[in-house]
């Protein structure tokens, strides 16, 4: 299936585009040259950078896209992508951090995959992919479609 937005190609059966969020309806043929992303979001960012931001202070700059972003699919769908993933996350390390030795461990080992995430998400929305944590993108995508 091709976006009829920016013409890339995405899985059967995708609601958005992977590369620049647009809704798929219908699909369409791919266009010469029309690979970009959206071009603006409501806070006058390109929409990479708006995306690319929505994970840098974790859930707290989520729930800042969250409320600032009015226009762009892309934002929203990462800026809930890292309040979910970033706010469980956070929750489960601050709860495991006060359970002695296991406990300790596995915050430890949260702590790791928070960083990892933090970065690989940061990169995908920067470089304009809709990349989705697999539980957190799935419910991301329907706070979206709200």
Not at 57 to 69: D, K, N, P, R, Y
Not at 79 to 87: L, N, Y
Not at 93 to 114: A, D, N, T, V
């Amino acid at each position: 299936m091709f976006c009829s937005k920016c013409g890339a190609e995405n899985p059967e059966g995708a609601k958005f585009c992977s590369k620049c969020g647009a809704g798929l309806g219908v699909a369409a043929t791919p266009t010469e040259g029309a690979a970009t992303p959206e071009a603006e979001s409501s806070t006058g960012m390109s929409a990479n950078v708006a995306g690319l931001l929505c994970y840098v202070a974790g859930w707290i700059t989520g729930i800042i896209f969250v409320v600032l972003e009015k226009k762009s699919i892309f934002v929203k769908f990462h800026a809930w992508q890292s309040i979910i993933t970033f706010g469980v996350l956070t929750v489960a390390y601050l709860i495991l951090r006060w359970i002695p030795f296991i406990g300790w461990i596995l915050s430890i080992l949260i702590y790791i995959l928070m960083a990892i995430l933090w970065i690989i998400l940061i990169i995908q929305a920067g470089t304009g992919k809709m990349w989705k944590v697999p539980w957190a993108g799935d419910w991301a995508e329907k706070q979206i479609s709200k």
